[in-house]
């Protein structure tokens, strides 16, 4: 791969890792009920900034400000990843930990849509394959996307 492809390697991954990690938390909230809890918002806010940042690198590309961008996005998605690992250690009762908890908002009446509202646990995990939960999986993706784009950007600027 030559330097300039590794470079758009790198600005592609920046964005693609995580849009999909957010488009699979959005498809499995919205297509299959399972809601989020706190420490799963946390993890989302890292992904938004990082697909944000990797739009700004792509749109500053020639400019060489770029690989910048793309740097604090690998950094988000890290972050991310971190916020899951730390999370998927709570679901597997590793350590303790916050106390909040996150409740879905309803339409119609107020007082209906309180009473009613689902409350979604941090420290279980609604879902699993092969006993990894979707917080595990953010952090497996998550640091080795990152790990990647800083590798093809490396790979890409040595020359």
Not at 33 to 53: D, K, N, T
Not at 87 to 111: F, K, M, R
Not at 140 to 155: D, N, P
């Amino acid at each position: 791969m030559t330097p300039v492809q590794s470079r758009n390697a790198a600005y592609a991954l920046a964005l693609i890792v995580p849009a999909a990690l957010m488009g699979g938390a959005l498809i499995s909230q919205f297509g299959f009920g399972l809601y989020p809890c706190e420490m799963c918002w946390w993890q989302r806010y890292p992904h938004i900034a990082a697909i944000v940042l990797a739009l700004l690198a792509f749109t500053m590309k020639g400019k060489g400000s770029g690989d910048m961008a793309v740097i604090l996005a690998a950094i988000c998605i890290a972050a991310s990843g971190l916020i899951g690992a730390f999370h998927a250690g709570v679901e597997y009762n590793w350590w303790e930990g916050v106390t909040a908890c996150a409740t879905v908002a309803g339409s119609g009446n107020p007082l209906d849509a309180i009473m009613n509202a689902p409350v979604v646990r941090c420290d279980v995990a609604p879902w699993t394959l092969f006993g990894v939960s979707l917080a595990g999986f953010n952090f497996l993706i998550s640091m080795a996307g990152a790990v990647l784009i800083f590798a093809t950007l490396g790979k890409g600027r040595r020359a």
